[in-house]
């Protein structure tokens, strides 16, 4: 097959796996090698990736700014469905995904590459969402996995390749955990990270502050939704990647959104992942509290219902499948009234909220108020009770208890 590609487009981000591939891919296939590089808000990361790609063996690098495509066209569909993995994981790494696979196979048609290729291990996720995503947009498209093919089964073996090949890498055998960032967070794994029961050093944290040491004073903000979707932040519109970065400010100055999971991958294996989404935890809750005036009881129900699964979806790499796109479609229906106001106050890892309120909103003061109301008679709750109790008396008198 090797011999049969004429062009390959390489995910690459001047990391460690992918600073290796270009020139691998050189040697195993002897074809052009185009580097792409997606931003997706990695800030300085990003700056010697031309060079270096260059250096190493591409022969054109794509450099492109996604950053608002990514927030405003995959985070924020995935925040309005409320969207967590196993109940603390926010999918930052895999909502990232789909949107690099996406520019990836469209620059392939444009270049009239026969091949694409990533540098994700053979034991980790993201091949599968990348190539899931190759498949369903581009399937004749031919996909190389080096992690699958070569004989460097490791990142030390990895590293020791790179420094015979004079290829400078960021991760050395003394730090040797890697990192994958975005706009929406920053994971941390592999390395000393693989105990479960070692602590990670704090100095490994880059978007965040420690919650011991956060300010003392709480930082009070206000985020305003028009539905389903966070427009504003103390009255001052932006746009949503803008929106993000300032969240990802306060929330790190006040040590919000760092975890330390062990999850289970699709692959099979148990994997620990340390996470930072400060921004993201922040829009987490604020988006829970604007739906719980705005959003109808069952309807809430409903859609709970349907988290497990939907993010499941997009941590395994089904983002563009159409029961992903179902989903989609009902959650962003659900979300048509969603729009309002929350305060919040974050203090010391902590996102706290304070107030809610819309100019349409299902919580009426009146009906709830323990004073006198109107429109609500308490009497009305006796026979709902007894309504609610006959499949229980039956249930008790039929079979005892």
Sequence with gaps: MGNKIKKIVLAYSGGLDTSVIIKWLKEKYDCEIIAFAADVGQGQELDPVREKALATGASKVYIEDLREEFVSDFVFPMLRANAFYEHDYLLGTSIARPLIAKE??????????????????????????????????????????????????????????????????????????????????????????????????????????????????????????????PVAINGEKMSPAKLLERLNQYGGENGVGRIDIVENRFVGMKSRGIYETPGGTILHQAHRAIESITLDREVTFLRDSLIPAYARMIYNGFWYSPERELIQQTVDQMQTHVTGEVRLKLYKGNVIVLGRKAEKSLYNQNIASFEESHGYSQNDADGFIKLNALRLKLYAETFGR
Excluded: C
């Design 104 to 229: 990836q196979i469209r620059i392939a048609n444009m270049e009239g590459a026969d091949g694409v290729s990533h540098g994700s291990t053979g034991k980790g996720n993201d091949q599968v969402r990348f190539e899931l995503a190759y498949h369903t947009l581009n399937p004749e498209i031919i996909i190389v996995a080096p992690w699958r093919e070569w004989d460097l089964n490791s990142r030390s073996a990895l590293i020791d390749y790179a420094v015979a090949h004079g290829i400078p890498v960021p991760v050395t055998k003394d730090k040797p955990y890697s990192m994958d960032r975005n706009m929406f967070h920053i994971s941390y794994e592999g390395g000393v990270l693989e105990d479960p029961w070692s602590g990670p050093d704090e100095d490994m944290f880059m978007l965040s502050v420690s919650p011991e040491k956060a300010p003392d004073k709480a930082t009070i903000i206000e985020i305003q939704y028009e539905a389903g979707n």
